[in-house]
């Protein structure tokens, strides 16, 4: 069974750091591209960055570029973000999600059931 | 950057149809993606490629995509497909993944 379980997610203070992980089972991980997805309180989802399976390709969204990092570590089955410099409004529940392999256009078919981020002072 | 736009809510009496639009400029050109969200739950992918479903989504779910928008097309609705509805595509220019802003569903 395909499972994806987010962890490192509470609260923290503006301009500090935070490290996300999120492990994986019941697939071989090294071989999926793998995203990180937020969602404010009440808000819409959106998209924060992905890594490919050999972690050589990385993006990010244009509001954590320069402050987060993707990564993974394919022998743990473990993939990261290092969120720094935090903002207010980087306060969400992020979910990590597992693209559908062998598609030209990324989308997911699974997801985990996220972490919740909030960042206040 | 790329925008999708989608209305905020839609509603419908159970059995009748609900139709969810996502706007994009050329849109038509690009993949479209539909997820599906119930509250505290994570999101479903419920249409893929713009109009193909994954296995165990019902035939009631439908899609198309031409011009600049897409459309998501649930039939029969009954009172369990009451949730949050997103468009995503990939935008090749920036390389960025795109959600439009969610349709919530409601049935009366």
Known sequence: ?121 | SYVLTQPPSVSVAPGKTARFSCGGSDIGSKSVHWYQQKPGQAPVLVIYYDRDRPSGIPERFSGSNSGNTATLTISRVEPADEADYYCQVWDRNSDHLVFGGGTRLTVL
């Not at chain 1, 500090?16 to 995203?35: D, K, Q, T, Y």
């Not at chain 1, 969602?39 to 954590?64: C, F, H, M």
């Not at chain 1, 935090?86 to 306060?91: A, F, G, W």
């Open chain 1, 1 to 121: 069974e395909v499972q994806l379980v987010e962890s490192g997610g509470g609260l923290v203070q503006p301009g500090r750091s935070l490290r996300l992980s999120c492990a994986a089972s019941g697939f071989s991980f090294n071989a999926f591209w793998m995203h990180w997805v937020r969602q404010a309180p009440g808000k819409g989802l959106v998209w924060v960055a992905r890594v490919s399976n050999d972690e050589i390709t990385t993006n990010y969204a244009d509001s954590v570029k320069g402050r987060f990092t993707i990564s993974r570590d394919n022998a743990k089955n473990l993939l990261f973000l290092q969120m720094n410099s935090l903002r207010v409004d980087d306060t969400a529940v992020y979910f990590c999600a597992r693209v559908v392999p062998g598609v030209d256009t990324p989308m997911f078919d699974f997801w985990g059931p996220g972490t919740l981020v909030t960042v206040s002072s």
